[in-house]
């Protein structure tokens, strides 16, 4: 007996990518920079990634796919596919499948940097924080007063020994 694996791709970005934003708006050009953060892959790499680890799987994407929770239903695995790192946008999807799924079915992950983890009360936790962090650029903004308070400083430094 084989066990029915149903891979399920959801991709939160537009499938082109974002484009640069032209103007100054600032919401555009916060999105694109989260975006360009995740460094998310198409769907032809993740189709090929999922064949190349596993090829019996049923594909199965979240925007063509009305009945994908149906599917997941009558499933013995899940696997969800994230296109970036930490599946930016992915917290709606993962609430669906967990209240969909059979009680015994796993969920495993595999994202676009190749690395395959289980999908657990600790690693959704784990994954909520990363994903407020990346959603916020909480780090970067920290980050900030101190390299503004020390650049001139290293600068000043580099003018006295003569290196700039």
């Known amino acids: 007996m084989t066990l029915r694996v149903v891979a399920v791709y959801h991709n939160p970005w537009p499938s082109s990518g974002l ?8 919401a555009a050009l916060y999105r694109y920079a989260v975006w360009y953060k995740a460094n998310p892959r198409s769907e032809d790499y993740m189709r090929a990634l999922l064949a190349e680890r596993m090829p019996g799987a049923e594909w199965v994407s979240t925007a063509a796919d009305a009945d994908w929770p149906e599917r997941i239903a009558a499933t013995d695995q899940v696997l969800l596919l994230y296109p970036d790192a930490i599946g930016l946008g992915f917290a709606a999807v993962e609430r669906k499948v ?9 969920v495993t992950i595999l994202n676009g940097r190749r690395r395959e983890f289980l999908l657990n009360g600790a690693t959704r936790r784990a994954l909520r924080l990363r994903r407020l962090l990346e959603w916020t650029m909480l780090p970067e903004l ?7 308070l020390v650049t001139p400083l290293l600068w000043a430094a580099d003018l006295a020994r003569g290196r700039t």
């Open 142 to 148: 920290l980050f900030l007063p101190i390299f503004v």
């Open 19 to 26: 484009e640069r934003p032209p103007g100054r708006s600032p």
């Open 98 to 106: 967990l209240a969909r799924k059979r009680p015994w079915a796993g």
